[in-house]
Each structure stands twice: as C-alpha cells, then as structure tokens.
C-alpha cells in the first residue's frame, strides 16, 4: 500500500487517498463522500502531526472494524413471506462502544451505511462522552406497514442482531423509519431473548429506562447550534424566518424550538412535497404536525387542507426566501443549484439537522459565500449525546430531570460549538466548523488508537 508521504501537495494527497479509497469501496458513493468531507481537513493536518501520518491513522479509520449482514425473515398480515436483508456496520470503538442509530428504508444500503457510521465516529467523539461509532438497518419498509407487521419484522431482526450488541458492546438506537415504536418492540425482544434488562438501546419510553429530552434532543441541539454561531457573530435568532426540511423526528423539534426562540419556521416536508405557511407554523400547527406524524402516519400535504396554505408536490423547500435553513431530512437534498438559490435569496446560516445533507459543492458554496455553516457532525450531535446520557442513567439505575438533561444538551452543543471555533477559524476570523468539526472530532479517536499500537 502507498503510505500517505509529505513530498505530496494537499491537493495531491486528498487525490491519491480518494483514488485509493474509491478503488477499494467500489460503487459506494455516499461513503466516498463522506470520506471525503472529512479528508479535505483531515489529510492536510496529517502533514503538520506526523505521528498519526506515520501510524496510518486515518487510513485505518476508513475501514470498518466489522461489518454484520444478515437475513431477516417475517410473515405479513396476508400471511406471505418477506425477506429483508438487516444490517450492522461497527466502525470504531477506540473511545466507546459501538454507538449509532438503526434507520429502516428502502434505500438502505451498504453505503448509506458505511457513511453513517463513519460520520458517527467523529460526531460521537465531538460530544465528548465516551462513545464509538456505528449504524445499522435494513430495507425494509414501515411506511404503510400494520403495527402487528412492523413488531414482526422488528422481533425478527433483533432475533438476529441481539448476539451483536450489548451495553458494553454495540448500542442502537433510532434514525429514519425507526422511532419510539420501533425502538419498543426492538428492545422488548431483546430482553425476552437475553434475558437481561439492561441500556442495549437508547431512545427508549419513559417507562422503561428511556431519558428525558432525547425526542427533542437532535432538533433543539440543532438550533442551540445555530444560536451560538450567530451570536459569535454578535446575532440572535429572534425574528428571523427558517425554512426546514422533513417532518420526522428531527424536523418537528427543530421547529419547536425556533418558535421557542421566535424565529418564525415557515415550511416542512416529506418524502412528496413541501408546505408553505407564510404565517409562520405556530405551536398549535406544530402540535397538530406531531399528531398527524407520530399517530396518524399521514402526510404533510394533509397540512395544506388543513391550514389553507401551499402545498408543492415532488419539491423541496429550498426556494423559499429565508435567513435560515435546517436541513432536516435526509442525505444529499441540498445540491449546489439549491446552495446558489438560497444564497441568492439572502440565506445567512444553515444548521444541518439530517445526516450530510448538503453535497459536496453545496457546502463549498456556503462556505465561498462565507455564511454560517454547521456540518451534521456537529449540528445534530444532540441527539447523540442525550443517547450517551441515557446510556449513564441506565448505568447507575436512576433518572435525570428534563431541567437536569436539558442543561448537559445545552453545555455539551456550546462546547461543540467552541471547539470547532478553535480548529476552524481562519486567518480572516471565518470560522469553517466543518474543519473545525472534522479535526476535533479526529483528535481524540486518533489518540487512543495511537495508544493502542497497531490493530
Ligand atoms: P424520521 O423517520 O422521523 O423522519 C424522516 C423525515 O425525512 C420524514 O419527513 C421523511 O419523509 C423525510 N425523508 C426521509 N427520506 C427522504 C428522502 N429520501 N427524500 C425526502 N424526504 C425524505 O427520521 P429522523 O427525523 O429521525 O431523521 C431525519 C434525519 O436526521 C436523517 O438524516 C437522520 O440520519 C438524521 N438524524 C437523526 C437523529 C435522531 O435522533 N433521530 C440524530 C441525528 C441525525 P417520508 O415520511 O415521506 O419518508
Ligand atoms: O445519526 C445519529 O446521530 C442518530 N441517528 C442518533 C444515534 C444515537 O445513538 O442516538
């Protein structure tokens, strides 16, 4: 293997590590992407910290400790036989247990995975609690699934899964498709075939070892984020109008607490379209958003009938006019003509609630344009974090109050926030906290794989 050698320029060293990386991972383009995302910073700090050159740190980093496929078969309500392929992709534990979320769509893959939990590593890292990375799924489907189906599907692949995980292991928890339903009866199976009640998944009920505030963890973390960045920049949230992506998990609690700090959020979406309310979604719309989502299943258009506003079937919301936005959906909805358009429209900030949502030329259109950028690894760390919280109370037994975890959910998103200003601010004072995220975030995993020697 060519070893990464400083006689390279930065550009020639990104260049040779990505031909290198694409030819070995054939076809994965959402991994290649992710690798990527983290190597433009990561590559060049390596020439200035030659003992992580030297040790292939990075290198090592991009494969996988382990990767688990396997079949996952149920019986549908019409008495048929499915067949889903389940997965499990255990990137790191250098610093922690695998950790990472479980998403159920059809377009999981290996890649999707295999970014996801790569993108997990570093975020878990920037946290500061003690947490690997991972991510896990399947293909399979929920959307109009009966609940007597999903409970199937979700004890049959636990049934697979449980010998893979454990507190001390691997812990799961959710992402798209996978919610409080899932998580439930995922959990529930665990325990019947381990025998053992014990924190294997976060994002778990009330009930039953869950935290308060993980629901809202990842969509309040990620306006906490974007309030820091603005008031480093001496602005405040206040009146000012969002525009969001998605209506899952993430995107109602980022609207929740726009509303909270009085912007005034006017769109969400699906998978079908988007609304527009130029109103402003207010608390009662919200509330009637969470009944129609978590309850119902519907889909936002229902919005639209609801509320006598616009409803834009197939699009995004990307060409409203707005000073901030929240990708809160799902990878790659942002493309470089969508970054000019908000751009344009005189955009100043964008807090990433989903996962790499913003392609690559996206981004570097952001940042030219030197407005606020927060790369997911940073903005939707919450979610994260308070899945390490409940890790801890699950430890010790016990349970925190909402004041309590809302308190850590705040420090621990300023802290991200400040420690990405350390890394990331340049020579003009922009702060570039996708460099600033990337390398923070690398530090600490590379330092306990140094520590480790090679494996
Ligand atoms: P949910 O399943 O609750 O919601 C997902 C939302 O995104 C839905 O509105 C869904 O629409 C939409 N969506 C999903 N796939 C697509 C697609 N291919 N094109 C357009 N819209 C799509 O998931 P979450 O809210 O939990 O997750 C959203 C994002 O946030 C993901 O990127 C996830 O990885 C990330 N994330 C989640 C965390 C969490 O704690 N839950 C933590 C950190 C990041 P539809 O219903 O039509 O499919
Ligand atoms: O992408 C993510 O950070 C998540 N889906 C949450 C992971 C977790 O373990 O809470």
Not at 320 to 337: G, H, K, W, Y
Not at 422 to 434: A, I, K, P
């Given at each position: ?125 920037l946290t500061g609690l003690p947490m690997g990375g991972g991510k896990g799924g399947s293909d399979f489907d929920p959307k109009g699934k009966s609940d ?172 409203v006019p707005c000073q901030l936005a929240f990708p809160c959906a799902t990878q790659n909805e942002i493309s470089r003509e969508d ?117």
């Amino acid at each position: 293997m060519v070893g990464i050698t400083s006689k390279l320029s930065q550009s020639e060293i990104v260049e040779e590590f990505m031909g290198w990386l694409e030819q070995r991972n054939p076809g994965e383009t959402e991994f290649h992407q992710a690798v990527y995302e983290v190597g433009i910073n990561v590559l060049p700090f390596l020439l200035e910290n030659p003992e992580y050159m030297e040790a292939e740190i990075f290198r090592r980093l991009t494969e996988p400790d382990r990767i688990i496929i396997f079949r996952v078969a149920w019986q549908d309500d019409a008495g048929n036989i499915q067949v889903n392929r389940g997965y499990r992709v255990q990137h790191n534990n250098a610093i922690g247990p695998y950790k990472g979320g479980l998403r159920f769509h059809p377009s999981v893959n290996l890649s999707i995975l295999k970014f996801l939990a790569f993108e997990q590593t570093f975020k878990n890292s920037l946290t500061g609690l003690p947490m690997g990375g991972g991510k896990g799924g399947s293909d399979f489907d929920p959307k109009g699934k009966s609940d007597a189906e999903v409970m199937r599907f979700c004890q049959s692949f636990m049934s697979e899964l449980y010998r893979h995980i454990g507190p001390h292991t691997d812990v799961p928890a959710g992402d798209i498709g996978v919610g409080a339903r899932e998580i439930s009866y995922l959990f529930g199976q665990y325990k019947r075939i381990a025998n053992q009640f014990t924190g294997v998944l976060t994002g778990k009920g009330l009930a039953f070892g869950g935290s308060e505030m993980r629901v809202e963890a990842t969509g309040y973390g990620c306006v906490y984020m974007m309030k820091d960045m603005l008031k480093h920049r001496g602005d405040s949230i206040g009146g000012k109008t969002a525009i969001v992506s998605g209506s899952g998990n993430v995107a109602q609690y980022t609207v929740e607490k726009l509303i909270e700090l009085g912007a005034k959020p006017v769109t969400m979406s699906d998978s079908s379209g988007f609304i527009f309310d130029p109103a402003g979604i207010d608390e009662e719309k919200l509330a009637w958003i969470k009944e129609l989502k978590q309850q119902r299943r519907g889909r936002i258009s229902e919005y639209a009938t609801a509320f006598g506003v616009e409803y834009h079937e197939g699009k995004r919301p990307w060409g409203v006019p707005c000073q901030l936005a929240f990708p809160c959906a799902t990878q790659n909805e942002i493309s470089r003509e969508d970054a000019q358009t908000l751009l344009n429209n005189g955009c100043m900030g964008v807090s990433e609630g989903a996962n790499m949502p913003s392609e690559q030329a996206a981004i570097d259109r952001f940042q030219d344009a030197k407005i606020l950028f927060s790369p997911s690894k940073a903005a939707n760390a919450g979610g994260v974090a308070v899945s390490g919280l409940e890790m801890a109370q699950n430890s010790m037994r016990l349970s925190w109050s909402r004041d309590e975890l809302n308190r850590h959910l705040r420090e621990i998103m300023l802290d991200i926030h400040n420690r990405c200003a350390v890394y990331g601010t340049e020579s003009d004072h922009y702060v570039n906290y996708l460099k600033g995220a990337n390398i923070a975030g690398f530090i600490k995993v590379a330092d306990a794989m140094l520590a480790y020697g090679v494996m």
